[in-house]
């Protein structure tokens, strides 16, 4: 079974307090509270990963409106999967992943996106990251 980093745990805690910040009695809002109550076991025994399975409904359905927050795939539309590739250049994606992205669980997604994100090799991470600094450079220059 897929697991949820404790990042993506952290990353929902921190949407949800932007989203409904605590006010008055500064107790924490219910879908704040609830991840939060996972990060803190997850922190005090150590783990970095929690199963889905594991996640008490109400911190799966806030992670769940956190995860639809974020862009849905690296694809940057410089697929070469499609000319044989394993593993795409553009996005990092294996062809499998790429193949079935529409059909993935959003926890599959995430550790996907997790996996190429850590890798940082596709040109998703590089390539236009590189531009973007040129362009930044040359324009302060």
């Not at 799966?60 to 995860?67: G, I, Q, S």
């Not at 999967?81 to 193949?99: I, L, N, P």
Request: with cysteine; aromatic share 10%; proline share 5%.
């Amino acid at each position: 079974m897929t697991s949820i980093h404790i990042t993506d745990i952290e990353s929902a805690i921190n949407f949800w307090r932007t989203k409904t910040p605590s006010v008055g009695s500064n107790a924490l809002p219910p879908e704040t509270r609830a991840l939060a109550e996972v990060y803190g076991v997850m922190a005090f025994e150590g783990a970095n990963e929690i199963s889905e399975a594991a996640l008490p409904v109400a911190a799966l359905a806030a992670w769940l409106t956190w995860f639809d927050s974020t862009p849905d795939t690296p694809c940057i539309a410089i697929c070469s999967t499609s000319q044989g590739d394993d593993v795409c250049k553009g996005c990092g994606r294996t062809f499998a992943e790429v193949q079935y992205w529409t059909q993935m669980r959003p926890v599959e997604k995430r550790v996907t996106w997790r996996r190429i994100t850590q890798e940082g090799t596709a040109w998703r991470f590089n390539k236009y990251a590189e531009r973007a600094t040129e362009k930044s450079e040359r324009n302060t220059a």
